[in-house]
């Protein structure tokens, strides 16, 4: 059996036709043009996907399920986009529109629980029951498996992770609170501070990368690399910021593995070894207790095809 997973972003949409352990057999993507009517991308949704089964000579029979990950809060057992100001979408029947096309149930889930189902269904936290991924892009984005079930809250809201407070009236978040923890540990917060220090330290090699116009997510550890203590500096604070704030979590649901996705997880061990050393300072037991395991997520951009293709009710 087969299922089919689309990926519902902000700029592109796609979709991929995966096997029942999470490998992808063929993909497909277009535009987004986000603005447009659900009904249109729906449509586009179904007709790309009966495509990709003619390409690859496989009837419709051999589809278990199709699954969606969208941007926004996302009412599942409805099958509903409640809010998505990405997609400019409110109250949207997406499952209903679909399977206008397409005969086959239809499941939807928010884009971050898609990737940290992903993880868990095929990837480096295959087979665990409870864990917590998270992605450091240009926001925190997050993921709870609780039981071996994605944790929603009762109004599917649940798992903004990246919204809770890691410093009172500190910086300012897109959410409108302030001193959240994505405005301390997502990609955009490693360049803000990498930005602030360079400036500050003009004799730094963050500084040379920030007059060249290559300034992004790796300046700060690229410069850390070559000796840099201004970049060093800055690193250390920012993985000081990011081991709270999974320390935060660990401490509530206390997962056995805690997956770190997104651009900036790409440093690896760099990254990791040092969160290794501080989150375990930070959590309760103080290491009388079983530990929470601190990986790296392995499924990299197919996670939102992978775990919205393996949703189940």
Not at 136 to 165: D, P, W
Request: glycine share 12%; charged share 25%.
């Amino acid at each position: 059996m087969y299922y089919i997973g689309i990926d519902l972003g902000g700029t592109n949409i796609a979709i991929g036709l995966v096997t029942e352990d999470g490998k992808i057999a063929d993909k497909k993507s277009f535009p987004t043009n986000a603005g447009r009517p659900c009904s249109d991308m729906a449509k586009e949704m179904a007709e790309t996907s009966l495509e990709l089964l003619k390409a690859n000579n496989i009837s419709l029979d051999e589809v278990k399920s199709i699954g969606v990950g969208s941007p926004g809060s996302i009412n599942k057992d409805e099958g509903v986009i409640i809010y998505s100001n990405n997609l400019h979408f409110e109250n949207e029947p997406l499952r209903a529109e679909i399977q206008k096309y397409i005969d086959k149930p239809v499941y939807i889930d928010n884009d971050a629980n898609c990737a940290a189902w992903a993880e868990v269904m095929a990837g480096t936290a295959k087979g665990i029951d409870n864990a917590i991924m998270i992605t450091l892009g240009t926001g925190v984005g997050g993921g709870i498996i609780a039981n071996g079930r994605l944790y929603s809250g009762f109004n599917f809201c649940g798992g903004e992770l990246g919204h809770t407070v890691l410093v009172k009236d500190g910086e300012p978040c897109t959410c409108g609170r302030a001193g959240c923890w994505e405005t301390y540990s997502s990609a955009t917060a490693l360049i803000r501070m990498t930005k602030e220090e360079a400036e500050k330290n003009k004799d730094s090699k963050m500084w040379n990368h920030l007059k060249d116009g290559k300034f992004n997510g790796r300046t700060a550890f690229n410069a850390m690399r070559e000796g840099d203590e201004s970049a060093k500096k800055v690193v250390d604070k920012y993985i000081s910021y990011l081991a709270c704030g999974i320390a935060n979590m660990i401490n509530i649901f206390q997962p056995e593995v805690f997956v770190i996705g997104g651009g900036v997880s790409n440093e690896g061990e760099p990254l990791l070894a040092p969160l290794r050393e501080l989150v375990p300072q930070q959590t309760y037991g103080g290491g009388r207790i079983p530990t929470t395991k601190i990986v790296k997520a392995t499924m990299g951009n197919d996670a939102g095809i992978v775990g919205a293709a393996l949703l189940r009710e």
